[in-house]
């Protein structure tokens, strides 16, 4: 039809098609032509108004991945938590909300870029947790959701202002001292800020800034370090109520977003160090976008037959029972410069065990989703540095959907002289069959005063490379095995932190020792 001839020629004629038709043509508009045509005249108004959801909805899957796609393969108890937001969706709402948050991530105006900050973390959580890991249109296997946020994020001047707080003028909710203008640049993570924000919003801030990995600033910030590390080293922000990893003391099963980022801060800096960089890093928006589709029927459906490889981090022991304990009332140490010692590049490799499930150090009072089963397992750890087949160390565990049905939770128990020696306590935040596992490990006595550190571990794709988000590979957020080769054998400890490790270890152990503990600790830091 030919919308410009005489039979509809002139101003408005377009209007004056069948309602049907003018609907049909208005969803091969993009949004913001739509948007500019409902601004001609109160005719085109009323075909665009927010109430005609048909039409916002073609709007919003032009632009983003249809949520329901990624809601149908969500879990039940997800599902049943997130009914609510299904039952309210609008479609216009949520499109001015997704352009709303974009547009404060690339703005230059730094007072824009602070308004509806909990609404846009908020938001940018919702476009991670909706990403679409099915074919979304013919042009591409990619999400549009990833899109939207990798070129957000990669070309905005302004992303770390959605991570740090550069404020003042602020009081941390944790940390122990105030800014000031001796330490003005502290670049506070918005979790850590006490004023203006919500629990919930304090709690999806930590989350954001693990989806999206570590920044530059935090990178090259001591102070950032320090920051992070003075809520890992926190004897009292884990305990027995929380199975000594990080979890809520006091809303048993849920994560502790807050302890889990600067986990998350700490040893992934220390793995950069430890790998020298020879090992893709997975990190980012698309690695954790968790791969729910078919996993009721996946026996292994936490893919811990896959491989895994990590590492941990750990202070000087006296450093450690300063920070926690002996040190004067307000005067609190802070942590920007104490050295702390990583371990080597260890690997596991793991089989499903059912012979565990009575296992008593696989037991657990914090509550879990079911809607999975619990998955045990035991296999091996050794060093990649290792050549000796024979230097292997036992390794058995179990991994559980959190309660939320959403991240999965991980312990490993780590054996060697004949006697359970350490328990690893991890959160994989992405979900199942994403990127890494990030918690805590302290010794299976538990003794007071104990040692305590930070862990990571991430699936190992043998002989292969990261696969990218949505590619044809069922998992994603793989470490490559064709640089944990011999290039890791060879490697030169030429890190100052490095050159440290075997004479702190030493230092550790003995410490331990006259500090009352178990002196079976002593070997202990050798191997986790």
Not at 417 to 444: A, K, M, N, R, Y
Not at 460 to 465: D, M, V, Y
Not at 516 to 527: E, N, P, S
Request: aromatic content about 10%; charged content about 25%; overall charge negative.
């Amino acid at each position: 039809m030919d919308l410009l001839g005489s039979s509809l020629s002139g101003p408005n004629r377009l209007l004056e098609l069948a309602p049907e038709i003018i609907q049909h043509i208005l969803e091969y508009l993009k949004p913001k032509d739509v948007l500019s045509l409902s601004q001609t005249c109160s005719t085109a108004r009323q075909f665009t108004l927010p109430s005609n959801q048909l039409l916002w909805q073609t709007c919003f899957i032009q632009e983003f991945d249809d949520p329901r796609i990624a809601w149908e393969t969500w879990l039940p108890t997800a599902r049943r938590n997130n009914a609510k937001i299904e039952e309210e969706w609008d479609w216009y709402t949520e499109l001015r909300k997704r352009y709303i948050a974009i547009r404060a991530i690339v703005s230059e105006d730094a007072e824009k870029r602070k308004e509806n900050y909990e609404e846009n973390i908020a938001t940018l959580i919702s476009m991670v947790e909706t990403a679409s890991r099915l074919k979304v249109d013919k042009r591409s296997h990619e999400s549009l959701n990833m899109n939207e946020l990798m070129y957000a994020f990669e070309y905005s001047p302004s992303t770390e202002f959605f991570i740090h707080d550069f404020h003042t003028d602020r009081e941390s909710s944790l940390l122990p001292l105030l800014i000031t203008s001796t330490n003005i640049s502290r670049p506070l993570t918005r979790s850590m800020v006490s004023n203006g924000l919500s629990q919930s919003a304090s709690d999806l801030a930590s989350r954001f800034h693990i989806v999206h990995g570590l920044t530059a600033r935090e990178r090259q910030s001591r102070s950032a370090k320090g920051a992070a590390r003075s809520l890992v080293y926190d004897w009292f922000l884990t305990g027995p109520s929380a199975d000594y990893g990080p979890f809520k003391q006091d809303d048993p099963g849920e994560v502790n977003w807050k302890l889990l980022e600067a986990i998350y801060s700490v040893i992934t800096r220390n793995f950069e160090l430890v790998t020298d960089s020879r090992i893709h890093f997975p990190q980012g928006f698309q690695y954790n976008v968790a791969f729910h589709h078919r996993l009721a029927d996946d026996k292994d459906w936490a893919n811990i037959e896959g491989g895994l490889v990590g590492t941990y981090s750990f202070l000087d022991y006296t450093d450690l029972f300063h920070y926690n304990v002996a040190y004067r009332p307000g005067f609190r140490p802070q942590l920007d410069d104490n050295v702390e010692a990583y371990g080597d590049l260890m690997r596991l490799d793991l089989k499903l065990d059912n012979s565990l499930v009575t296992d008593p150090r696989l037991q657990t009072e914090l509550p879990f989703c079911d809607d999975l089963p619990k998955l045990f397992f035991s296999g091996v750890s050794r060093s990649h540095e290792e050549l000796d087949a024979t230097a292997l160390i036992l390794v058995r565990g179990f991994a559980a959907l959190v309660k939320n049905g959403k991240q999965v939770r991980w312990r490993f128990i780590i054996a060697y002289g004949g006697e359970d020696q350490w328990q690893l306590e991890g959160v994989q935040p992405g979900g199942p069959q994403t990127g890494g596992i990030f918690g805590l490990w302290s010794h299976c006595g538990h003794e007071a005063n104990g040692p305590i550190g930070p862990f990571c571990y991430y699936p190992a794709l043998n002989g292969g490379t990261i696969p990218s988000h949505g590619s044809t590979q069922e998992y994603n957020g793989c470490l490559s095995e064709i640089t944990i080769s011999t290039d890791l054998q060879t490697q030169q400890e030429n890190e100052h932190e490095y050159t440290n490790v075997k004479s702190l270890r030493h230092r550790v152990s003995l410490q331990i020792a006259q500090q009352g503990q178990d002196i079976k600790v002593q070997a202990g830091l050798r191997r986790i």
